[in-house]
């Protein structure tokens, strides 16, 4: 079975021009969530979709990030303008639902660098 | 107050040895899940194990056990015969059983270092 993808893996930009991040879920899974994880740190849910429909975006910086999930499968994360405090590791995970025993299967990643 | 603590933020072991890697947490939820993950120095986030807070028996998979103790809220992992490639940071999480919108809490992480 194959795991959950994302790309590209690095991306450098310099501050104040856009980025976006790719994500496909595990096949089957229904459950997508977008983590941003800064360096020493845990990552940080910045949102969850459940199929197609958001159900959690309260930490994503709504003036600057966005994300999609069109088909309530592939998901984009997209950050324009980028800031400096962008700098971190954009994580993907996917799960087949949201229950408190439903395990989060992550992607590799994505290294973004804002200079 | 924070959902998930972990109190070690670096650990070392001695290769073969035995390692306990303290997690506790926080819910007044009677349904939950606990998890613990892997993080190497690529970046990937390894899911290693789950304990749900209605199993009376501790979760095991292979040199990996989690030691849940449901009274005093914690979820301590125990690495066995640890290996090199065991070097790494340990992520403690849980995710509580309300409804469909359940968040993932991750602690802050204790990095392993394996000494030869």
């Known amino acids: 079975e194959a795991g959950v993808a994302q790309s590209p893996r690095y991306k450098i930009i310099e501050k104040r021009q856009s980025v976006a991040f790719w994500c496909n879920p595990i096949?089957?899974?229904?459950?997508l969530y977008w983590y941003q994880q800064i360096l020493g740190q845990g990552p940080k849910l910045l949102i969850q979709?459940?199929?197609?429909?958001?159900v959690d975006d309260s930490q994503l910086p709504k003036d600057r990030f966005s994300a999609e999930r069109l088909k309530g499968v592939d998901s984009t994360l997209k950050i324009q303008p980028a800031k400096l405090e962008d700098s971190a590791v954009y994580l993907c995970a996917s799960s087949w639902g949201a229950g408190a025993g439903e395990t989060q299967y992550f992607g590799p990643g994505t290294r973004l660098l804002v200079l | 107050a924070q959902k998930i603590t972990q109190t070690q933020p670096g650990m070392f072991v001695q290769e073969k040895e035995a390692v306990t890697l303290d997690c506790t947490y926080d819910?007044?939820?009677?349904?939950?899940?606990l998890f613990w993950y892997k993080q190497p120095s690529s970046g990937e986030m390894i899911f290693l194990i789950y304990?749900?807070?209605?199993?009376?028996q501790n979760a095991t998979e292979g040199r990996y056990s989690l030691n849940f103790q449901k009274a005093r809220k914690s979820a301590n992992l125990v690495i066995s015969a640890s290996q090199l490639g065991d070097s790494a940071m340990y992520f403690c999480?849980?995710?509580?059983?309300?409804?469909?919108?359940?968040?993932?809490?991750f602690g802050t992480g204790t990095s392993l270092t394996v000494i030869p």
């Open positions: 819910t007044s939820d009677q349904s939950y899940g």
């Open positions: 999480a849980m995710r509580e059983g309300r409804g469909t919108g359940n968040q993932f809490y």
């Open positions: 979709f459940q199929n197609n429909g958001v």
């Open positions: 304990q749900g807070s209605y199993d009376e």
């Open positions: 096949s089957g899974h229904a459950t």
